[in-house]
């Protein structure tokens, strides 16, 4: 549950644009919350919004495979990744993702 001080201090530096401030808190949770997938989550968001695809993509891979070994359905997965890409401001990939969880 502590990974939740970082990830929505986080997610008030995404909101305020301190891109670097929350790489660098991200960097630090990792340590102690290694893979954990409210983490991956938010440093997907970061990734895509800096621009930074081949980060995002590792980081998104993670969050699948974790969410998968979590017994996370399918359409839960599609759903959260349109998350993601909806707080990235990626709009057409975040309607394939919901698109995708309501088929589910």
Do not use: C
């Amino acid at each position: 549950m502590w990974v939740w001080n970082y990830t929505y201090l986080g997610y008030s530096y995404h909101k305020l644009g301190l891109y670097a401030k929350e790489n660098k808190l991200y960097r630090k949770a990792q340590q102690d919350f290694h893979d954990d997938p409210d983490l991956l989550y938010r440093q997907t968001i970061l990734a895509l919004s800096a621009g930074k695809i081949k980060d995002a993509d590792g980081y998104r891979e993670k969050y699948i495979s974790i969410s998968r070994e979590n017994s996370a359905s399918e359409a839960v997965i599609a759903a959260s990744l349109a998350g993601i890409y909806a707080s990235s401001g990626i709009t057409d990939k975040a309607e394939e993702y919901y698109r995708k969880a309501l088929s589910l």
